[in-house]
């Protein structure tokens, strides 16, 4: 199937880290995406990690790739409370403009 | 104005009105999607243009119609829309060969 799975939600204290899985189904993906949601606004892209490497660090943000698994996580380091959001992860397939969205992680950060 | 820019943010309408909601972006893409974001259900790809040609439509009703008159603008026109229509609509854009889209912060529609 097309399917991109996330867990719905997860709550962690101020300055813990935050780990956000997903599953895809696809091993023909090319890229994986983290996008973030914060209320009222469109999606950021947060980050993203091309399907030949196992792991991308960027400040805060550690993304690990299980290729064998299909399995993608999201690290947050030092999570702050402007880190609550709806995170959603994605796959991008081959050459394809289509990119299949899981239905997103709400993260609640509690001070 | 920089990034990807969409109006109205919130709009309401009725079954028999007819609305167009309209996304620029600022980035020099020449790739632009509307989205449609509903509640508890993933991101659903509707429309896809590439250097101003649709490329894609994902079986969308009819009573949504796009128009990319150029690569920094799109337009999606409405008209007879049902209640189950009401959700954010998000704009996106591309460069043609990444796969890295920027968004827009969408239009909350509502349909009475």
């Given amino acids: 199937g097309e399917d991109v799975e996330q867990s719905l939600f997860l709550s962690v204290r101020e300055g813990d880290s935050s780990v956000i899985n997903c599953t895809y189904t696809d091993s023909s993906s090319t890229y994986l995406y983290w996008y973030k949601q914060e209320p009222g606004a469109g999606l950021q892209l947060l980050t993203y990690?091309?399907?030949?490497?196992d792991m991308k660090q960027d400040q805060r943000l550690t993304v690990l790739l299980n290729k064998k698994?299909?399995?993608?996580?999201?690290?947050?380091?030092?999570?702050?409370?402007?880190?609550?959001?709806?995170?959603?992860?994605?796959?991008?397939?081959?050459?394809?403009y289509k990119l299949i969205f899981g239905s997103g992680t709400r993260l609640l950060v509690r001070p | 104005e920089t990034g990807v820019t969409q109006t109205p943010r919130h709009l309401v309408m009725g079954m028999t009105n007819k609305k167009s909601l309209k996304c620029e972006q600022h980035l020099g893409h020449n790739a632009m999607y509307w989205y449609k974001q509903s509640a508890k259900k993933p991101l659903e790809l509707m429309f896809v243009y590439s250097l101003e040609e649709r490329v894609e439509n994902n079986s969308v009703p009819s009573r949504f119609s796009p128009e990319c008159p150029n690569s920094s603008h799109l337009f999606l026109h409405l008209h007879t829309l049902q209640p189950e229509d009401s959700a954010l609509y998000l704009c996106a854009s591309s460069q043609v060969a990444s796969g890295i889209k920027?968004?827009?912060p969408g239009t909350r529609l509502t349909v009475l």
Avoid at chain 1, 49 to 53: E, L, T, V, Y
Avoid at chain 1, 69 to 90: E, P, V, W
């Fill in chain 1, 49 to 53: 990690i091309f399907s030949n490497m």
């Fill in chain 1, 69 to 96: 698994d299909k399995h993608l996580s999201l690290r947050i380091a030092d999570t702050q409370t402007g880190d609550s959001a709806i995170y959603f992860c994605a796959e991008r397939r081959d050459s394809s």
């Fill in chain 2, 102 to 104: 920027f968004f827009g």
